[in-house]
């Protein structure tokens, strides 16, 4: 098969691979549309957890070829040979102390199909039938957004949002602006969306932001202080979905007496931001991460499948294997908002 590889930090190539096959308890699949993402980024610049070579692509919509030995019948059922579904990219052991106190998410063992696993920029891939989820009433090109999604409820989960809070979310990439409705419709009173790209923000005001403003990558300043303007007292919740620190170095200084930051854009890791202690301690603000998902895939489709979140607009532009490296820089591509690969192109 011909599949997307990272051979080491900074070398990207399309190359054969040679076909996998589907192991106990695991079903092969023929990806049918793979979202590129910021963390395709971050693993090619040798950081999160990329482990070389990889076959990188963790947002995977896939047919069922085939099911291997051992898949129990109740997803032989589920995901029969010929359907399409989306793929939960996350695994874990279920062993480490963290499996077994209950907080999977912290798998000392974590598995991540696309990111220290072979992914879904590939002809053909496997992962464990269990991980599969049927696609009832959706199409691939909604599908796609179904990883993002997940990573988003995860976020909703992490944050528990009072009812009626002021909520403040930078930036509107994919991922943002799911969670920024996930958000308003679970319970915000008011959401602002700022970010550098006017047509996402366009975006962010079609699926309901109440506020946008422009936050341009350069001369900042006028800007913050108008999202100031709108929350004199400071926002109630701050999310930083940009993964930039000087971004994130502003946060607290917009959040309220009490307020929340949540981290859930992903930084370089050796990035550093600096904050005030005795802001933290004396206005009592939490800071606090949001990390990829796990176990998010049903309510994520659920979600899609009702038209709660919306995706119409977010998927921009498409690409082949072979135009891997495009696909990845199309981010930069006017009015682009997210980019897949159609593997079998
Ligand atoms: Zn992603
Ligand atoms: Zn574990």
């Known amino acids: 098969m011909r599949a997307v590889v990272y051979e080491q930090a900074n070398v990207v190539v399309v190359r054969g691979w040679a076909d996998p096959e589907p192991g106990p308890g695991e079903v092969l699949l023929r990806p049918v549309l793979t979202g590129v993402c910021g963390t395709d ?11 070389y070579p990889l076959i990188p692509g963790h947002e995977i919509v896939a047919e069922v070829v085939a099911h ?25 052991c279920r062993s480490c102390e ?30 464990p039938a269990r991980k599969c989820f049927a696609l009832a009433g959706i199409g691939p090109e909604v599908a796609v957004l179904t990883e993002p999604l997940a990573c988003a409820m995860h976020g909703a989960d992490m944050l528990a949002l009072t009812p009626g809070s002021d909520v403040l979310v930078l930036g509107a990439g994919p991922t943002g602006m799911l969670l920024a409705q996930l958000l308003l419709h679970g319970g ?13 923000l366009e975006l962010a005001g079609a699926f309901g932001a109440d506020e946008t403003v422009l936050l341009p990558r350069a001369g900042q300043d006028a800007a913050y202080e108008k999202l100031k303007a709108l929350a004199p007292s400071g926002f109630d919740v701050v999310v930083e979905a940009t993964g930039a620190p000087d971004v994130l170095s502003r946060c607290t200084g917009l959040v309220g007496m009490g307020g929340t930051v949540m981290v859930y854009g992903m930084a370089d890791a050796d990035a550093m931001v600096p904050f005030s202690p005795y802001d933290i301690f004396a206005r009592e603000l939490t800071i606090k991460g949001s990390f990829a998902q ?5 309510r994520a489709i659920l979600a899609l499948q009702t038209g709660r979140v919306r995706t119409e607009g977010i998927v921009t532009h498409s690409f082949g294997l072979g135009d891997f490296e495009q696909a990845l820089g199309a981010t930069r591509l006017p009015g682009a908002v997210k980019a897949v690969v159609d593997p079998q192109r």
């Open 41 to 51: 980024h971050h693993l090619l610049a040798g950081g999160f957890m990329a482990t």
């Open 68 to 92: 291997g030995p051992e898949v129990d019948p109740a997803s032989v059922a589920r995901v029969a040979p010929g359907s399409l579904v989306a793929v939960d990219n996350a695994d874990v």
């Open 98 to 127: 963290y499996c077994r106190r209950g907080r999977p998410l912290y798998c000392r063992n974590f598995r991540s199909l696309g990111c220290n696993a072979p992914g879904g920029f590939a002809e053909l891939m496997v992962a």
């Open 188 to 200: 915000a009173a008011r959401i602002t969306v700022a970010a550098p790209s006017p047509h996402k």
């Open 294 to 298: 796990i176990d998010c895939f049903d």
